[in-house]
């Protein structure tokens, strides 16, 4: 089975084919196109995007199938959400009309789950269950999965996520976007003792993930200490926030005997909470950084897996959503 997949919830315009064979997924062309656009206006313009991906869509698709040797493949799947709405619907749109044109299958994906399950592209891939932290610009989550499509949220940030604060950290250093792999790169040189920031633990709520504290503290130490190398506050907050993720993975071990742990989404890339979550001795999978960043790839993984597991396809009233929390 050979899945088309096609993701563009945000600013990057990806399509995958991902060939299900012998009980595993493998991964045949993975094209990202990153839109360099956004970085003069300091973040993703909707609009703009919207317009990229509608100009990409048609020749990134019949590059991909010509990549696979593919006249058409077997099953279409597009992220449906969450995401810009505009940047959405057309990849969804276009997915859709396709899926209808071929006479194939057509299949909806959330986007969140696709960075939950990126881990079972790899070899080795991790058994269910296993705990998977979704660090993405928009969600930040740590997740029991159980079998495909079973999972449950431990715990979840209740104001900014991982990638998010790294981007405002970003702009406060007056580095520009995208803000996390030019902290990360500036922090090489930091110190990361050189700063303490409070470790953010919400008094009586250990399992509560916010990052907005931890922002507020870095702007207030830049305001107070400009004298500070902006590489030691960029290498001590990102030491933080490295703890205190691996804090509540640790503490999701805890509860649930699981230790078995996934990384997926943008901030999964981060070398230090990489290295931070392999230096707990559980065991560890991480993604490639490519697979971690948004791509089609992990699309055409979930529909896969999900129709492997006998989901049915979706129909084609499947509407885009800005928002959707992972489920069933
Ligand atoms: O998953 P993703 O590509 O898009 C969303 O679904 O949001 O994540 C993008 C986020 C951005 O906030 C970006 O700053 C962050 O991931 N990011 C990183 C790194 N690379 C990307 N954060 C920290 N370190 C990185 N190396
Ligand atoms: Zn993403």
Same mark, same amino acid.
């Given at each position: 089975?050979?899945?088309?997949?096609?993701?563009?919830?945000?600013?990057?315009?990806?399509v995958?084919v991902?060939?299900?064979?012998?009980?595993?997924?493998?991964?045949?062309?993975?094209?990202?196109?990153?839109q360099?656009?956004?970085?003069?206006?300091?973040?993703?313009?909707?609009?703009?995007?919207?317009?990229?991906?509608?100009?990409?869509?048609?020749?990134?698709?019949?590059?991909?199938?010509?990549?696979?040797?593919?006249?058409r493949?077997?099953? %279409?799947?597009?992220?449906?959400? !969450?995401?810009?709405?505009?940047?959405?619907?057309?990849?969804?749109?276009?997915?859709?009309?396709?899926?209808?044109? +071929?006479?194939?299958?057509?299949?909806?994906?959330?986007h969140?789950?696709?960075?939950?399950?990126?881990?079972?592209l790899?070899?080795?891939a991790?058994?269910?269950?296993?705990?998977?932290?979704v660090?993405?610009?928009?969600h930040?989550?740590?997740?029991?999965?159980?079998?495909v499509?079973?999972?449950?949220?431990?715990?979840?940030?209740?104001?900014?996520?991982?990638?998010?604060?790294?981007d405002?950290v970003?702009?406060?250093l007056?580095?520009?976007?995208?803000?996390?792999?030019?902290?990360?790169?500036?922090?090489?040189?930091?110190n990361?003792?050189?700063?303490?920031?409070?470790? !953010?633990?919400?008094?009586?709520?250990?399992?509560?993930?916010?990052?907005?504290?931890?922002k507020?503290?870095?702007?207030t130490?830049i305001?107070?200490?400009?004298?500070?190398?902006?590489?030691?506050?960029?290498?001590?907050?990102q030491?933080? %926030?490295?703890?205190?993720?691996?804090?509540?993975?640790?503490?999701?071990?805890?509860?649930?005997?699981?230790?078995?742990?996934?990384?997926?989404g943008?901030?999964?890339?981060n070398?230090?909470?990489?290295?931070?979550l392999?230096?707990?001795?559980?065991?560890?999978?991480?993604?490639?950084?490519?697979?971690?960043?948004?791509?089609?790839?992990m699309?055409?993984?979930?529909a896969?897996?999900?129709?492997?597991?006998?989901?049915?396809? +979706?129909?084609?009233?499947?509407?885009a959503r800005?928002? +959707?929390?992972?489920?069933?």
């Open positions: 089975m050979n899945v088309l997949a096609i993701e563009t919830s945000c600013d990057e315009t990806a995958a991902v060939r299900r064979e012998q009980g595993r997924n493998r991964v045949l062309v993975d094209i990202v196109h990153s360099a656009m956004h970085a003069r206006f300091g973040g993703v313009v909707p609009e703009l995007a919207s317009r990229a991906h509608a100009e990409q869509m048609v020749p990134t698709v019949r590059a991909a199938l010509a990549e696979a040797g593919l006249e493949p077997d099953v %279409v799947a597009t992220t449906a959400g !969450p995401g810009l709405i505009g940047a959405v619907l057309v990849g969804l749109s276009f997915g859709k009309s396709a899926a209808l044109g +071929w006479g194939v299958p057509f299949y909806g994906v959330n969140l789950e696709g960075h939950l399950l990126s881990a079972l790899e070899d080795p991790p058994a269910f269950p296993f705990l998977s932290l660090v993405s610009g928009g930040t989550t740590l997740y029991e999965a159980r079998a499509g079973d999972y449950r949220a431990l715990c979840q940030t209740t104001d900014d996520a991982v990638g998010e604060a790294f405002k970003a702009r406060m007056g580095l520009g976007y995208p803000g996390g792999p030019r902290v990360e790169a500036l922090a090489r040189a930091g990361p003792k050189a700063v303490v920031f409070p470790h !953010p633990r919400p008094a009586g709520r250990p399992m509560d993930l916010s990052f907005s504290g931890l507020t503290a870095v702007r130490w305001e107070r200490h400009p004298e500070t190398p902006p590489e030691d506050v960029a290498a001590s907050f030491d933080t %926030v490295a703890r205190y993720l691996v804090d509540r993975v640790e503490q999701g071990v805890a509860l649930t005997g699981c230790r078995r742990i996934a990384i997926g943008g901030a999964a890339a070398t230090r909470l990489r290295e931070a392999v230096a707990t001795g559980l065991d560890v999978y991480l993604p490639p950084k490519r697979r971690c960043t948004d791509n089609a790839a699309i055409g993984n979930v896969a897996l999900r129709l492997a597991a006998g989901a049915p396809p +979706w129909t084609l009233d499947c509407t800005a928002r +959707w929390e992972v489920g069933p």
